[in-house]
């Protein structure tokens, strides 16, 4: 159009020029529109995730873009944490200053594990020393926590517990039956186990590895209050997965079993010779209803407590891999939401 206005060579009048100006405006309206037209799709990447939001979130949880727990986690690493260990005076400047130095020693250490996997020695600046790499990262240990008072013996946790000793001795005796025969085996003998020394505690630290990465661990913290309120709220005994041993057992769980933290404790033979401690847990099975299978209607598995058979179990707490997202359904029934666990649902399908 620009072409062809400057090779226009007569003279135009003032209403021709504004009336060429209108029919030009109306034709670009009417181009732009076609070209929108033609244009206007949602056939490209980002859009197209939209069609899968709807199914990903049932299966595998909050979509991770739109999920806050990154936020709430940095909030609680990067402000809670440094506010707790400062001394309350002028806290802003010490919770920078201990993220700062927190940043900067993530920062080392990760460049010492990158030039020990590259170079298979260090060395140590100013000194020309050479050190040997650091051995490959291995799991890390479960941790007890919150040790209960008044638990030195069997009968004080059972007493703590509100759990009657036949029943607690009965489990015990049960465990040690299956375990390997060794010199580091608790003594069978009723009479001897009474004497051992016995921790309870309140809290269970679970290292647990994310989906398909196999040297960073998450922390599941099960806890066991009790009858005591936790943090203004109610009692919890938190539900964790046990590992069976078996991938024919318990239906379409394949191995793992629900059952509720009552209490993991341990307990030091000092009638052998090197006084091995036995770190145990108690926990209540939850029985799979209909075999395990998964529920037609909802899709899930459901569960209740055991009525037949043996309720209360004593395991070692290297069984336990994880805490069990459980939801109540009725009264003493619970869905197991296998679906929110990106690892369980992927060893489950």
């Known amino acids: 159009m620009a072409d062809q206005d400057a090779k226009e060579v007569r003279p135009r009048t003032v209403a021709n020029r504004r009336r060429v100006a209108d029919q030009e405006r109306v034709e670009r309206s009417d181009q732009r529109a076609d070209l929108i037209r033609r244009e206007n799709h949602f056939n490209f990447i980002k859009m197209h995730y939209l069609s899968h939001f709807a199914s990903h979130v049932p299966r595998c949880g909050s979509i991770s873009m739109y999920s806050t727990e990154i936020g709430d986690r940095a ?29 900067a020693l993530g920062i080392r250490l990760q460049t010492i594990e990158a030039l020990s996997k590259v170079e298979g020695v260090i060395v140590v600046e100013e000194s020309g020393m050479e050190m040997p790499t650091v051995p490959s990262r291995t799991t890390p240990r479960l941790v007890l926590r919150g040790r209960m008072k008044n638990t030195s013996t069997l009968t004080e946790l059972c007493t703590a517990l509100d759990i009657h000793y036949s029943n607690m001795m009965e489990e015990i005796l049960r465990f040690i039956r299956q375990t390997a025969a060794d010199d580091r085996r608790l003594p069978a003998d009723p009479a001897k186990l009474r004497l051992l020394p016995v921790e309870g505690f309140s809290q269970l630290e679970i290292p647990v590895p994310p989906f398909q990465e196999t040297d960073r661990f998450q922390i599941h913290r099960a806890r066991c209050t009790r009858t005591k309120a936790f943090r203004n709220g109610g009692s919890r005994n ?106 369980t649902f992927n060893k489950i399908y």
């Open 238 to 343: 938190d539900w964790v997965w046990v590992e069976t041993g078996g991938e024919a057992n318990y239906g379409d769980l394949r191995g793992p079993v629900v059952t509720r933290l009552l209490a993991p404790f341990k307990i030091r033979n000092i009638l052998s010779e090197d006084a091995a401690v036995h770190r145990l847990a108690l926990v209540r099975i939850l029985d799979p209803i209909n075999g395990g299978r998964f529920h037609i209607l909802s899709g899930y598995i459901r569960g209740g407590n055991r009525i037949n058979g043996r309720e209360m179990r004593i395991v070692s707490i290297g069984a336990v891999i994880g805490q069990a997202p459980v939801i109540p359904m009725g009264e003493n029934q619970w869905i197991v939401n296998h679906r929110i666990d990106v690892r």
């Open 75 to 103: 909030h609680k690493d990067q402000i809670k944490d440094g506010y707790r260990r400062s001394n309350k005076n002028q806290a802003a400047r010490q919770i920078l200053s201990r993220y700062g130095r927190q940043h």
